[in-house]
């Protein structure tokens, strides 16, 4: 048995993204807007950012791995998360309204698969 930890880089990238994705959340009530370039944004709305971003790389990683279902979830799910933070971010209502369309339609759908199995 080896003394060294394995890490597989595309898990830990999606851990790491996930974790700074809930950091961000909690630190919101701590301090103020942070600056992104020339705006000043909010923590929560840059967790947002983030965690649509996980759920974009899970995608890829469940993928890679021959875990079809569970990448299409994140698939589905980042997507629809990104719409909404984009949305959200940018005033569009139909952005917004796309992502909630595709988020409750993304989980019945994968209800219906995952009963199949």
Do not use: K
Not at 44 to 55: E, F, I, R
């Amino acid at each position: 048995m080896s003394d060294a930890l394995d890490f597989e880089l595309g898990p830990v990238a999606v851990g790491t993204l996930v974790g700074l994705a809930g950091l961000t959340f909690l630190l919101e009530p701590l301090v103020g807007p942070v600056p992104v370039g020339d705006l000043r944004v909010r923590p929560v709305a840059l967790s947002a950012a983030v965690l649509a971003a996980a759920l974009s790389l899970g995608a890829v990683v469940f993928y890679r791995r021959g875990r079809r279902l569970f990448a299409l979830a994140h698939a589905v799910f980042g997507l629809a998360w990104t719409a909404m933070v984009v949305g959200t971010a940018t005033g569009s209502g139909t952005l917004l309204l796309g992502g909630v369309v595709l988020l409750i339609a993304g989980c019945g759908f994968l209800a219906s698969r995952a009963r199949e199995r």
